[in-house]
């Protein structure tokens, strides 16, 4: 007991800057500026249109400098992925405004991440969404990310360390779901609690480097079908088609 | 006067040669490619520093030579383990690389840190040289000849323990050979003596073996963060580090690109890494074939379907590595009558046959099954076996892979050539399959598919899109290249096996476009347009204007996976935050970043050194520094080319590396040796080295001609007669190369001495580059061509010894 609350003193002393907020606020509403205009000029290639008002505005509230080692606060609204330990990594800013932004997630649906990491993702999400269930398998990082969470007030979001392969079947079904752990395949469960009609992202790549994204929309009969979005405005011939 | 410390100068010689082969394993399973190339730069930069400082403290060491010759071997014993442990405490991070503008400098703290056992071991070899410089002969014989023994015996000691304990030992060598240096120049320092024995002695039993710390962000670091992981096998030897993995809690589930159809969870599995890469899987299978209904969801399960429809119902199959069996399983489920499956690390086969041979349900001693333990290409030409399937396994893991890695590493598996020998391998009917990882915009798939119409063209057929066929899932694309047409059913079953998963058609011969991109869409159906442009008449344009390169891979160039081209580098770069920075292959801008390093810190480090002394008054006139210049390049381009040349020949980049340095040093040595024994009144030195640059031309042209086919016909052939068919090989070439140096050394030693610190300098500065630019230029221009750029800078720098000599 007495480590878990070293731990947790530890944690508030590297990740929580509750002094500085304000610093930071110019800093991410530039970030977010930045993020908005990329997604803008990506959407005919990414196939998702403009940020949505709410994702922007969960962009602007959620303090990405207090998801990232306290050595990293400095660079923390830089459009860029950062290490959080243990060989993993905080995405890129505007690759998680994009897959957020893919998820169509409304007031009032239900979440389920698989991998926390630091729980940004899960931040941003709780802002939109209703409730927001979350699983990370690396241990300290999962109960690092659980009392970040709970210390900062997300009273919809749920953690849990373990393997996220067979989802959270007693919150299932989820309107979305968002898998950034690496995996080999699509856990069949996971599919299985998605909602018909809901919406699925996964980023293939690896740390730093998300190639594309894969949209899983499961269909009302149960069956589903995938879209790879190129998350850059890039076209693969010189002079494009 | 005392000897030369003949015994200590060839311990330290090969403790220095042992070093750099070292290094380059302990490289590959720290981060994630084979840093050869700068590690021969750091060496060489270590050797051309330490003949600066030689240069310019000289007069003050010479006094103390005895004492300043122990230090040296001693602070290179000190250095090897040091430097390489600082150099892990370097956060070097190359994923980081393009986005983190602090990660060049650690990049140049890991270089200048690997610089410095190579400075000493430098120092200490060129201090016995200038000290009894009248026997330099003698101490170069000993010397090159440790230098060889060390760089073929670091093979065998790296079979015998890990390259961590190999660091131990070597630790307690170079003590040693400070040691015996105290009782070969006759010191008084009895005790030092003792002392350094002792030492050597206690290192050799006590010191523990430094712990190797791969990085977090390799899949094995990553596997192991995992709740319930644990290793339960470690294995090592040239070939790779393999470490076993298992997690009850969290198991493993590898199956690569599943069917989002499909609802089974794959079977128990260990997790294989080789050198902290991976994991392929050693699936526990008890001889029920129900559990494995997994891996006809895969795309790779398509050639089977494909046989299936030709009435082939117990196909012939040969698997191109075997690794731990998860292909082998895949045909044996689909009813193969026999599999063939070849596997070039015998620590690999050996899990499955012994320490895992219950829980892999003694897979490699069944009846239907013959295990391999050879190299793929080598087996394949020269096996008379006919096959329905040759299946090259997957065995680079997907991270890696889209993360452009092995943008730098040879890979002869995928080349032209290589294809052709497996389809001269088939049965009639009988289909090679490829599978890859999916990557967008497509970049392995269409290099594969462009490498296939090439080998389809060149071995005769004049259609070869009649020939072809491609799938691709959500993560994988399988190839198929079929040694006859495909037939109405058999493009009927490829049809039906991807509906049935969801898996999307990206070619087949008369495919419709509005068939392809139905289940995994993407903005454009880029794999079906692609492939057909590879096969329409603009092939050349279109892998032009492609923004990768596409061009398909062959044994003279063979890095399959460099997708970079420079002109969509720019562009993704200004893309970087609008997520175009991870289709930056980051293997290639580190080798640049490398030769930018390595051009300022020997321009820093041996050139600047001397400018600044009083050598500066001495500076040679422009045919002595070009000479030296041009012989510099010229010698890294033809060793650098020969390492990477010969990798396939002996099946590994440390075989290569081990066995191409070593015949290169000690013939090159030779050739020195007779050059400066050959005393023909009319010879001069200009006519000498024009002689040994013209049979070295020749020798040239004739292996770029006769190379190939050489390879080809004795690929097969066990280790030990490969070794010394290559060593005879680079023998007569290496001669010739020993020529130069030394024959223009002796001429300035005539004529003007004082130059001869800056030709030693100006060669080293050039040795430093040419080691990194041989293999960018390699890449870029194939090896051919670096070996005849090779010739032309040594004919220039014959006409540039004219004009001193």
């Not at chain 2, 015994?7 to 840093?35: D, N």
């Given at each position: 007991?007495?480590?878990?609350?070293?731990?947790?003193?530890?944690?508030?002393?590297?990740?929580?800057?509750?002094?500085?907020?304000?610093?930071f606020?110019?800093a991410r509403h530039k970030m977010v500026e930045e993020v908005s205009a990329d997604t803008a000029a990506t959407s005919s290639y990414s196939g998702s249109s403009a940020l949505s008002p709410r994702v922007i505005a969960a962009m602007e509230r959620v303090e990405r400098h207090r998801f990232v080692?306290?050595?990293l606060?400095?660079v923390a609204y830089l459009n860029r992925p950062l290490p959080i330990?243990y060989g993993q990594t905080i995405s890129q800013p505007f690759i998680v405004a994009l897959m957020t932004n893919l998820m169509k997630v409304k007031a009032g649906d239900r979440v389920l991440e698989i991998g926390t990491g630091s729980g940004y993702q899960a931040a941003i999400l709780a802002e939109i969404a209703g409730s927001v269930y979350s699983i990370e398998i690396i241990?300290?990082l999962g109960?690092?990310a659980g009392?970040r969470l709970?210390?900062l007030?997300y009273r919809n979001v749920q953690t849990r360390v373990g393997d996220g392969y067979y989802g959270w079947p007693e919150a299932a079904p989820f309107d979305a779901i968002i898998v950034t752990a690496a995996t080999s395949h699509v856990p069949p469960p996971l599919l299985k609690q998605l909602k018909p009609g809901g919406r699925m992202v996964i980023p293939l790549g690896t740390q730093f480097m998300t190639q594309f994204l894969m949209l899983v929309e499961k269909k009302m009969d149960g069956s589903a079908t995938t879209r790879q979005i190129l998350p850059v405005r890039f076209v693969p011939l010189?002079?494009g088609h | 006067?005392?000897?030369?410390?003949?015994?200590?100068?060839?311990?330290?010689?090969?403790?220095?040669?042992?070093?750099?082969?070292?290094?380059?394993?302990?490289?590959?399973?720290?981060?994630?490619?084979?840093?050869?190339?700068?590690?021969?730069?750091?060496?060489?930069?270590?050797?051309?520093?330490?003949?600066?400082?030689?240069?310019?403290?000289?007069?003050?060491?010479?006094?103390?030579?005895?004492?300043?010759?122990?230090?040296?071997?001693?602070?290179?014993?000190?250095?090897?383990?040091?430097?390489?442990?600082?150099?892990?405490?370097?956060?070097?991070?190359?994923l980081e690389?393009l986005w983190?503008?602090?990660?060049?400098?650690?990049?140049?703290?890991?270089?200048?840190?690997?610089?410095?056992?190579?400075?000493?071991?430098?120092?200490?070899?060129?201090?016995?040289?200038?000290?009894?410089?009248?026997?330099?002969?003698?101490?170069?014989?000993?010397?090159?000849?440790?230098?060889?023994?060390?760089?073929?015996?670091?093979?065998?000691?790296?079979?015998?323990?890990?390259?961590?304990?190999?660091?131990?030992?070597?630790?307690?060598?170079?003590?040693?050979?400070?040691?015996?240096?105290?009782?070969?120049?006759?010191?008084?320092?009895?005790?030092?003596?003792?002392?350094?024995?002792?030492?050597?002695?206690?290192?050799?039993?006590?010191?523990?073996?430094?712990?190797?710390?791969?990085?977090?962000y390799?899949?094995?670091?990553q596997?192991?963060?995992?709740?319930?992981?644990?290793?339960?096998?470690?294995?090592?030897?040239?070939?790779?580090?393999?470490?076993?993995?298992?997690?009850?809690?969290?198991?493993?589930r590898?199956a690569p690109g599943m069917s989002l159809n499909a609802t089974?969870?794959?079977?128990?599995?260990?997790?294989?890494?080789?050198?902290?890469?991976?994991?392929?899987?050693?699936?526990?299978?008890?001889?029920?074939?129900?559990?494995?209904?997994?891996?006809?969801q895969l795309t790779?399960?398509?050639?089977?379907?494909?046989?299936?429809?030709?009435?082939?119902?117990?196909?012939?199959?040969?698997?191109?590595?075997?690794?731990?069996?998860?292909?082998?399983?895949?045909?044996?489920?689909?009813?193969?009558?026999?599999?063939?499956?070849?596997?070039?690390?015998?620590?690999?086969?050996?899990?499955?046959?012994?320490?895992?041979?219950?829980?892999?349900?003694?897979?490699?001693?069944?009846?239907?099954?013959?295990?391999?333990?050879?190299?793929?290409?080598?087996?394949?030409?020269?096996?008379?076996?006919?096959?329905?399937?040759?299946?090259?396994?997957?065995?680079?893991s997907f991270g890696t892979a889209s993360a452009g890695?092995?943008?730098?590493?040879?890979?002869?598996?995928?080349?032209?050539?290589?294809?052709?020998?497996?389809?001269?391998?088939?049965?009639?009917?009988?289909?090679?399959?490829?599978?890859r990882w999916l990557t967008l915009p497509p970049r392995d798939a269409l290099?594969?598919?462009?490498?296939?119409?090439?080998?389809?063209?060149?071995?005769?057929?004049?259609?070869?899109?009649?020939?072809?066929?491609?799938i691709r899932g959500w993560k994988t694309v399988?190839?198929?290249?079929?040694?006859?047409?495909?037939?109405?059913?058999?493009?009927?079953?490829?049809?039906?096996?991807s509906r049935?998963r969801s898996f999307d058609l990206a070619?087949?011969?008369?495919?419709?476009?509005d068939e392809a991109n139905r289940y995994n869409i993407l903005s454009q159906p880029y794999f079906f347009e692609g492939?057909?442009?590879?096969?329409?008449?603009?092939?050349?344009?279109?892998?032009?204007?492609?923004k990768f390169?596409?061009?398909?891979?062959?044994?003279?160039?063979?890095?399959?996976?460099?997708f970079?081209?420079?002109?969509s580098?720019?562009e993704l770069f200004a893309l970087r935050e609008q997520g175009g920075m991870p289709l930056l292959d980051w293997?290639?801008?580190?080798?640049?970043?490398?030769?930018?390093?390595?051009?300022?810190?020997?321009?820093?480090?041996?050139?600047?050194?001397?400018?600044?002394?009083?050598?500066?008054?001495?500076?040679?006139?422009?045919?002595?520094?070009?000479?030296?210049?041009?012989?510099?390049?010229?010698?890294?381009?033809?060793?650098?080319?020969?390492?990477?040349?010969?990798?396939?020949?002996?099946?590994?980049?440390?075989?290569?590396?081990?066995?191409?340095?070593?015949?290169?040093?000690?013939?090159?040595?030779?050739?020195?040796?007779?050059?400066?024994?050959?005393?023909?009144?009319?010879?001069?030195?200009?006519?000498?080295?024009?002689?040994?640059?013209?049979?070295?031309?020749?020798?040239?042209?004739?292996?770029?001609?006769?190379?190939?086919?050489?390879?080809?016909?004795?690929?097969?052939?066990?280790?030990?007669?490969?070794?010394?068919?290559?060593?005879?090989?680079?023998?007569?070439?290496?001669?010739?190369?020993?020529?130069?140096?030394?024959?223009?050394?002796?001429?300035?030693?005539?004529?003007?001495?004082?130059?001869?610190?800056?030709?030693?300098?100006?060669?080293?500065?050039?040795?430093?580059?040419?080691?990194?630019?041989?293999?960018?230029?390699?890449?870029?221009?194939?090896?051919?061509?670096?070996?005849?750029?090779?010739?032309?800078?040594?004919?220039?720098?014959?006409?540039?010894?004219?004009?001193?000599?």
């Amino acid at each position: 007991m007495k480590r878990h609350f070293a731990l947790g003193a530890f944690l508030c002393f590297c990740f929580a800057f509750p002094s500085q907020g304000g610093e930071f606020d110019a800093a991410r509403h530039k970030m977010v500026e930045e993020v908005s205009a990329d997604t803008a000029a990506t959407s005919s290639y990414s196939g998702s249109s403009a940020l949505s008002p709410r994702v922007i505005a969960a962009m602007e509230r959620v303090e990405r400098h207090r998801f990232v080692p306290a050595d990293l606060a400095t660079v923390a609204y830089l459009n860029r992925p950062l290490p959080i330990g243990y060989g993993q990594t905080i995405s890129q800013p505007f690759i998680v405004a994009l897959m957020t932004n893919l998820m169509k997630v409304k007031a009032g649906d239900r979440v389920l991440e698989i991998g926390t990491g630091s729980g940004y993702q899960a931040a941003i999400l709780a802002e939109i969404a209703g409730s927001v269930y979350s699983i990370e398998i690396i241990a300290p990082l999962g109960n690092e990310a659980g009392d970040r969470l709970s210390s900062l007030g997300y009273r919809n979001v749920q953690t849990r360390v373990g393997d996220g392969y067979y989802g959270w079947p007693e919150a299932a079904p989820f309107d979305a779901i968002i898998v950034t752990a690496a995996t080999s395949h699509v856990p069949p469960p996971l599919l299985k609690q998605l909602k018909p009609g809901g919406r699925m992202v996964i980023p293939l790549g690896t740390q730093f480097m998300t190639q594309f994204l894969m949209l899983v929309e499961k269909k009302m009969d149960g069956s589903a079908t995938t879209r790879q979005i190129l998350p850059v405005r890039f076209v693969p011939l010189t002079g494009g088609h | 006067m005392p000897r030369p410390p003949f015994i200590a100068i060839s311990l330290l010689s090969a403790c220095v040669l042992v070093y750099e082969v070292l290094l380059t394993r302990l490289f590959s399973i720290v981060l994630w490619h084979h840093f050869a190339y700068m590690i021969i730069s750091a060496a060489m930069l270590g050797y051309g520093a330490s003949g600066t400082a030689l240069t310019l403290l000289k007069e003050k060491i010479a006094p103390h030579f005895g004492a300043a010759y122990v230090l040296t071997a001693a602070a290179l014993a000190f250095m090897m383990p040091a430097a390489f442990f600082l150099a892990q405490q370097a956060p070097f991070n190359p994923l980081e690389l393009l986005w983190d503008k602090t990660q060049p400098a650690k990049l140049l703290t890991v270089y200048l840190l690997m610089m410095l056992p190579f400075f000493c071991g430098g120092l200490g070899i060129g201090l016995v040289f200038s000290h009894f410089g009248k026997q330099a002969s003698r101490i170069y014989a000993f010397d090159i000849l440790g230098a060889g023994a060390g760089s073929l015996g670091v093979i065998v000691a790296l079979f015998i323990v890990p390259p961590s304990q190999v660091l131990t030992a070597l630790t307690a060598l170079a003590l040693l050979a400070a040691a015996i240096a105290v009782v070969e120049l006759k010191m008084q320092t009895k005790w030092l003596m003792e002392f350094l024995v002792v030492l050597a002695a206690l290192v050799a039993v006590a010191m523990p073996a430094m712990r190797v710390h791969p990085s977090a962000y390799k899949d094995l670091s990553q596997a192991l963060n995992i709740a319930g992981a644990r290793v339960v096998e470690e294995r090592s030897s040239p070939l790779g580090q393999i470490t076993v993995v298992e997690n009850t809690r969290v198991p493993l589930r590898d199956a690569p690109g599943m069917s989002l159809n499909a609802t089974m969870e794959p079977p128990p599995q260990l997790g294989v890494f080789v050198d902290g890469n991976g994991p392929s899987a050693l699936t526990r299978f008890d001889g029920n074939f129900v559990p494995l209904g997994y891996l006809d969801q895969l795309t790779s399960a398509l050639p089977y379907h494909v046989l299936a429809a030709q009435d082939h119902a117990k196909p012939r199959v040969l698997v191109l590595g075997a690794g731990a069996g998860s292909d082998i399983l895949q045909a044996l489920y689909h009813g193969s009558a026999n599999v063939d499956a070849v596997e070039l690390d015998r620590n690999v086969t050996g899990l499955v046959r012994q320490r895992f041979r219950d829980y892999a349900g003694n897979l490699y001693a069944r009846p239907d099954v013959h295990i391999y333990e050879a190299e793929a290409r080598g087996f394949v030409n020269t096996s008379r076996e006919r096959y329905d399937l040759i299946q090259v396994a997957l065995l680079d893991s997907f991270g890696t892979a889209s993360a452009g890695l092995y943008g730098l590493s040879e890979n002869y598996l995928y080349t032209v050539e290589a294809l052709q020998t497996y389809l001269s391998r088939l049965a009639p009917g009988g289909m090679l399959a490829v599978t890859r990882w999916l990557t967008l915009p497509p970049r392995d798939a269409l290099k594969l598919f462009a490498t296939a119409v090439t080998a389809l063209e060149r071995g005769g057929v004049e259609n070869p899109g009649t020939r072809l066929a491609m799938i691709r899932g959500w993560k994988t694309v399988t190839l198929l290249v079929k040694n006859s047409d495909f037939t109405a059913p058999e493009i009927a079953a490829i049809k039906e096996f991807s509906r049935a998963r969801s898996f999307d058609l990206a070619y087949y011969p008369e495919m419709r476009a509005d068939e392809a991109n139905r289940y995994n869409i993407l903005s454009q159906p880029y794999f079906f347009e692609g492939a057909v442009a590879l096969l329409s008449p603009q092939r050349q344009d279109f892998i032009g204007q492609y923004k990768f390169y596409i061009e398909p891979a062959t044994d003279d160039r063979p890095h399959f996976f460099r997708f970079f081209k420079w002109n969509s580098a720019a562009e993704l770069f200004a893309l970087r935050e609008q997520g175009g920075m991870p289709l930056l292959d980051w293997s290639y801008p580190l080798l640049v970043a490398t030769l930018v390093q390595a051009f300022a810190a020997s321009v820093l480090l041996i050139l600047a050194p001397l400018a600044l002394s009083r050598c500066r008054r001495t500076l040679p006139g422009a045919p002595v520094a070009l000479y030296f210049l041009a012989i510099g390049f010229a010698f890294m381009f033809m060793e650098i080319a020969f390492i990477q040349k010969f990798v396939l020949f002996l099946s590994h980049p440390l075989y290569a590396v081990a066995v191409v340095l070593c015949a290169f040093l000690v013939f090159a040595a030779a050739g020195s040796w007779l050059a400066d024994h050959w005393q023909g009144g009319r010879w001069q030195a200009a006519n000498k080295v024009t002689l040994a640059v013209v049979a070295m031309g020749v020798l040239a042209l004739l292996y770029l001609a006769i190379m190939p086919g050489l390879f080809q016909s004795l690929i097969h052939l066990p280790d030990a007669a490969k070794i010394i068919i290559s060593v005879a090989l680079i023998a007569p070439l290496a001669m010739c190369m020993g020529v130069p140096f030394p024959t223009a050394m002796t001429r300035l030693a005539g004529t003007s001495e004082q130059a001869i610190p800056w030709a030693w300098a100006i060669n080293g500065f050039a040795s430093v580059v040419g080691a990194v630019l041989a293999t960018l230029l390699a890449i870029h221009l194939g090896f051919a061509v670096v070996i005849l750029l090779a010739v032309l800078i040594y004919a220039l720098a014959c006409a540039a010894l004219r004009g001193f000599a």
